[in-house]
């Protein structure tokens, strides 16, 4: 029996594509101090694909604001490098966001060692 071959949607491609070639282009073109060590974490993009929410990790959590504020800044030259890579008609306004995830699961992994260790601390104080 032959399995169907999923099918992805053209936004969910489309978004995958994004996602490495902004990276790529934040990594070798843009020489803005204020944006350090970032990732895309991940990219939403409208079902038209006129729009992108362009999801930004920043290593440094203190200079988190600054680096948005410069990808922001810089985002009409990563839609022109889009244009010339991608060879697409339209390329979507690009709005950066912080994504606070993987911050957010560190803060828990670390709350949760915490309660780890102080059970065990309980445990032999009560020995």
Same mark, same amino acid.
């Given at each position: 029996?032959k399995?169907p071959?999923?099918?992805?949607?053209?936004?969910?491609?489309?978004?995958?594509?994004?996602q490495?070639?902004?990276s790529?282009?934040?990594?070798?073109?843009?020489?803005?101090?204020r944006?350090?060590?970032v990732s895309?974490?991940?990219v939403?993009t409208?079902?038209d694909l006129?729009?992108?929410?362009?999801?930004?990790?920043v290593f440094?959590?203190?200079?988190?604001?600054?680096?948005?504020?410069?990808?922001? @800044?810089?985002s009409?030259?990563?839609? @022109?490098?889009?244009?010339?890579?991608?060879?697409?008609?339209r390329?979507?306004?690009?709005?950066?966001?912080?994504d606070? @995830?993987?911050?957010?699961?560190?803060?828990?992994s670390?709350?949760?060692?915490?309660?780890?260790?102080?059970e065990?601390?309980?445990e032999s104080?009560?020995?």
């Open positions: 029996m399995r071959m999923r099918q992805y949607k053209r936004s969910a491609r489309f978004n995958s594509l994004l490495e070639e902004i790529d282009i934040i990594r070798t073109r843009l020489r803005d101090p944006i350090g060590f895309i974490t991940h939403e409208t079902e006129r729009s992108a929410r362009i999801f930004v990790s440094d959590e203190t200079a988190e604001t600054e680096a948005i504020e410069a990808l922001r @800044n810089a009409g030259l990563i839609r @022109n490098q889009l244009l010339h890579r991608l060879r697409i008609r390329v979507p306004e690009l709005k950066f966001f912080p606070r @995830n993987i911050a957010h699961s560190i803060h828990i670390q709350v949760l060692d915490s309660l780890k260790d102080d065990t601390h309980e104080d009560q020995s």
